[in-house]
């Protein structure tokens, strides 16, 4: 099977057990509809298929990663929810649609955000297959990679550092918090999760550091020289706005090259690791070259 | 003891040990402040001493119960936090003190609401005093009691519930979701970690939500009838707004016929479950009486 296959593959079982779960919140209408509008709203469904992939780098896919991928979803849809508020990014469309603020309000948007942070947890600690031990990590794991020493502080970070110019280790160090660590929760939790034993996990874990910065670089190379109807963004946003970027700080010739070296430490890591678990390595193709 | 002092003595306690976990998180200064501002903002404490009282009604208190009942009031705390930004509530003091946005700005309230949220189940999942089956009930409790079921669906329905006039049925709903699950934990998990047995934490669970309900009820008293000083904020603010009140529906004498039935109901479930704590039977005099 093809890499973009086994994507496609991936994300349609993914959204119809993602869909099932959180229509199964018996909410009040008007929240429940804004949970599952953002839900429905789509994406690649990287965090979780990266998740899937990682679990089957060990054991062959089944249930028990289900719910674990669909609780690291609906966290990575609220940190979307709550990021698009106009006290925050302030952005009216996500996607091609209006963002969930827009769409209903802003006080049922923070409301949504919260339900599906809170709901994550529900679902990994209601889920029929997985054991206490299992439901502790994923818990401690989830709530430490989102929390206010995870992607709650990457986004703080962000928020002041958008006001001055950053250096390259600052910058490194919020997209580290703000997108990495639910992209490493998403890898290590599914080798985890997949009977992989801790060196493993420790070797895995220097390959999800590196994805999480390969895919902000790229986002950032995107917004230079990437193509406006496949983005389905306008590019160019960066320049005009004060915001620190890998580009202006390095240049795009050094910003390249950055980009092709984590690539490269990325797969070293998964050699070292003895992982051989060819979707993996894709994966950092399909980061580091993505167009869109 | 007198109930006061047992009150006081639990509150200094808790307040100690809430203090140094929040202040644990090794987050962003900006976030850490924020978090801790609102935290330190003191309040009673009643949904962690409730959970304590709960736990001693099985076993003499100890360190278990810390770390649950930090997660609780951290809960309640976010809810706080959110519940006062302009697009919910729009208050600008909590306790004669500027609320969390007015100190910093509305991003960093929603963040720091965020970051207490997911904090709370990483202080549950990182306790060195539960064992893993314990940290699971508790976490799926928890985030059953805060979720989209639970206090988020009770802030969609009340808000929706501020621009039309309720019905009796209706108003309980909204209170039984918005104040009285997070109550309803308090005393539900206390007395689970105190090792009562499933009869009896169904049978004290009734207690708990006739509490609920009498706080709100007495809340809307005291928007009548209360001292202002004692309150800390204006008296007939309800009468001004078009929200439903017990009050307003049911006329005052009414509404205090009713808070005086469940306040029987509350004691007789306890008789009912043998659990024979004077310190529960206070709690409905305390809540159905107080006057702030």
Redesign the interface.
């Known amino acids: 099977m093809t890499f973009l296959n086994y994507v496609k593959e991936k994300q349609e079982w993914f959204n119809y057990e993602l869909e099932a779960i959180v229509n199964e ?4 209408k ?3 509809e804004s ?1 599952l509008y953002s839900i429905k709203a789509g994406g690649k469904r990287l965090r979780p298929i990266l998740m899937m992939a990682a679990y089957e780098a060990f054991r062959p896919i089944d249930k028990k990663v289900v719910h674990p991928a669909a609780a690291l979803e609906m966290v990575h849809t ?1 940190s979307l929810i ?1 990021d698009d ?1 106009p ?2 990014d302030n952005d009216d469309f996500r996607r091609g649609k209006p963002t969930n603020h827009k769409k209903f ?4 948007a ?2 949504a ?7 994550a ?2 679902v ?3 889920s029929n297959f997985l054991h ?2 299992e ?2 990590y994923l ?2 794991e ?3 990679a ?5 992607m ?2 990457g ?3 962000d ?2 550092g958008e006001k001055k110019s950053l250096s390259l280790q600052e910058m490194d160090q919020i997209h580290l918090l703000k997108t990495g660590e639910l992209i490493r929760f998403a890898i290590r939790a599914g080798a985890y999760l997949g009977g992989a034993i801790p060196p493993q996990i420790e070797a895995i874990d220097e390959y999800a550091t590196c994805l999480g910065l390969i895919f902000q670089i790229q986002d950032d190379v995107l917004d230079v020289i990437g193509n406006e109807e496949k983005l389905g963004k306008p590019i160019g946003s960066d320049e005009q706005s004060e915001k620190s970027t890998y580009p202006k700080i390095l240049g795009l010739d050094e910003t390249i090259k950055k980009k092709e070296w984590y690539m490269e430490k990325a797969a070293l890591a998964l050699k070292t690791a003895k992982v051989n678990h060819e979707i993996l390595y894709d994966f950092i193709d399909y980061l580091g070259n993505r167009d869109y």
Do not use: C, W
């Open positions: 919140f018996n909410s009040p008007r929240l429940k949970m609220y709550h508020l006290a925050m309000d802003d006080a049922t923070i409301l955000g919260d339900g599906l942070l809170a709901g947890f529900h990994i600690t209601t206490a031990e439901k502790v818990v401690r989830l709530a430490q989102s929390g206010p020493e995870g709650v502080a986004q703080m970070l928020l002041e």
